[in-house]
T-cell receptor
């Protein structure tokens, strides 16, 4: 079992729709959770961090964390073509190592 | 302020040569991380520094790989006797603190694309 799992996609949504990206992790002691956006040929860009159960909203982005289910998700409201990218889920167990998932490719169709 | 910088951006070398990749973190960031990223995959952890101390090198693939951060700022990842399988994007990231919750958000540099012929 991979430590951080994401559906590789591609996930295709129409412009203006809600995109839902999911991630599961295996280490129960994980404390910090991050979503990065990576455009093709570019470096990962941090878009959300979440540390406690529940929802965290920032503009069109909402991160959701459920530690009991070892599940973290990212919702993108009013999706735009510029949101088309690979979204990486990353998990830190409280030590030094951060584990990244393989990423989910998102396509937003105009 | 300036972000994380890496040099060179591209490096082509012949098998068997040594290469040194440089990372300059965001000013004031205590923690520095090295990753390797293959096409279509997420970054793979290589090593971590807290100030000048290398506190986790569990991700280094073998003893041809080493890293240092002698003054707690700039770091160098060295690959000796390069092999074709070492070809990848090498990324550096830094954070305010690797330990403290809420301060461990990592910011990535542009990466160094290494090609071993």
């Amino acid at each position: 079992q991979k430590e951080v799992e994401q559906n590789s996609g591609p996930l295709s949504v129409p412009e203006g729709a809600i995109a839902s990206l999911n991630c599961t992790y295996s280490d129960r002691v994980s404390q910090s959770f991050f979503w990065y956006r990576q455009y093709s040929g570019k470096s990962p860009e941090l878009i959300m961090s979440i540390y406690s159960n529940g929802d965290k909203e920032d503009g069109r982005f909402t991160a959701q964390l459920n530690k009991a289910s070892q599940y973290v998700s990212l919702l993108i409201r009013d999706s735009q073509p510029s949101d088309s990218a690979t979204y990486l889920c990353a998990v830190n167990t409280g030590g030094f190592k951060t584990i990244f998932g393989a990423g989910t490719r998102l396509f937003v169709k105009a | 302020g300036a972000g994380v910088s890496q040099s060179p951006r591209y490096k082509v070398t012949k098998r068997g040569q040594d290469v040194a990749l440089r990372c300059d973190p965001i000013s004031g960031h205590v923690s520095l991380y090295w990753y390797r990223q293959a096409l279509g995959q997420g970054p793979e952890f290589l090593t971590y520094f807290n100030y000048e101390a290398q506190q986790d090198k569990s991700g280094l693939p073998n003893d041809r790989f080493s890293a240092e951060r002698p003054e707690g700022s700039i770091s160098t990842l060295t690959i000796q006797r390069t092999e074709q399988r070492d070809s990848a994007m090498y990324r550096c990231a830094s954070s305010l603190s690797g330990r403290a919750l809420y301060d461990n958000e990592q910011f990535f540099g542009p990466g160094t694309r290494l090609t071993v012929l």
